[in-house]
């Protein structure tokens, strides 16, 4: 009888290991990927002239500094922070700079495709809750700055990595 018994929970332990195994093995693993620096993502906010959309310049917020918008607002004396469109002259050209806000990022990228590595606390969260940060540049024709074979795209990729560790530093 006891040799029965150990022969029936050796193979109920099976049969619930099994059990138990079969539904995680239907599920797929999401992937997601880290953004080292940057990332790049095309068919953001469109403009006037242009068919397809703009092209971002996407990074992790820093949830404990302040709204990335009102630094840009701070840094380049725009009056209020809710502005999220402003001209700036780089190498002598005019630039408009277009920064996201948290529901357009959401509309024209899917961004749970992104891990986030820096997860602040509640109480740490000083500005913005979003994830991350979307910039889109065009120049005075409204061509796409960071569109792939934009004679501009080095350039602003530069001020805007330069402008995003000023930030991250801040």
């Known amino acids: 009888m006891k040799r029965y018994i150990k022969i029936l929970a050796v193979k109920g332990f099976l049969l619930f290991f099994i059990a138990m195994s079969l539904p995680m093995g239907c599920i797929t693993p999401r992937h997601t990927v880290e953004i080292k620096e940057y990332v790049l993502l095309p068919n953001g906010k469109k403009v006037l002239g242009n068919e397809k959309g703009l092209t971002a310049f996407v990074f992790e917020n820093k ?31 005019k630039f408009k ?8 990022l959401q509309k024209y990228f899917d961004t749970s495709v ?17 994830n991350f940060i979307g910039i889109s540049v065009i120049d005075a024709a409204n061509e796409d700055c960071l569109a792939e074979g934009s004679l501009y795209q080095n350039i602003i990729i530069t001020y805007l990595r330069q402008l995003k560790n000023e930030y991250y530093n801040s």
């Open 97 to 104: 700079i277009m920064i996201y806000d948290n529901d357009e």
């Open 63 to 93: 949830q404990s500094k302040i709204p990335f918008s009102q630094y840009a607002a701070l840094k380049y004396g725009l009056g209020k922070y809710t502005e999220v469109e402003y001209w700036v002259t780089i190498e002598g050209q």
């Open 114 to 130: 992104f891990m986030v590595t820096e997860v602040e606390t509640e109480v740490n969260i000083r500005g913005s809750k979003a």
